[in-house]
Nanobody, 122 residues
Framework: QVQLVESGGGLVQAGGSLRLSCAAS????????MGWYRQAPGKQRELVAG???????NYADSVKGRFTISRDNAKNTVTLQMNSLKPEDTAVYYC????????????????WGRGTQVTVSS
């Protein structure tokens, strides 16, 4: 019913930049919080950055000052601009969004994208 499709991952050298985008489509009446998570091999999935429907943002300490999250409510998209990338940023990055499917519902459901690989070489 709902799809979150990520794009923009790839291979970059340390110090470089990448821009990840995620678009929600399908049965989307409203979107609450949106965010980017990542999971490196052998590690748990962790929150990288989040943004509320009102635009308030939060970041993992490890990416503060380097990554910027933004959203376009009209287009149902969320973007993660990643600068000054480090090898430790290498992971699969996942988009997440809390979505209200119907106008008559009061429940937001968490939805995940399939992930996009980001690899930072040293």
């Amino acid at each position: 019913q709902v799809q979150l499709v990520e794009s923009g991952g790839g291979l970059v050298q340390a110090g470089g930049s990448l821009r990840l985008s995620c678009a929600a489509s399908g049965r989307v009446f409203s979107i609450g919080a949106m965010g980017w998570y990542r999971q490196a091999p052998g590690k748990q999935r962790e929150l990288v950055a989040g943004v509320t429907s009102g635009g308030a943002t939060n970041y993992a300490d490890s990416v503060k000052g380097r990554f910027t999250i933004s959203r376009d409510n009209a287009k149902n998209t969320v973007t993660l601009q990643m600068n000054s990338l480090k090898p430790e940023d290498t992971a699969v990055y996942y988009c997440n969004a809390d979505i209200l499917y119907y106008s008559y519902s009061a429940t937001y459901y968490s939805n995940w994208g399939r992930g996009t690989q980001v690899t930072v070489s040293s």
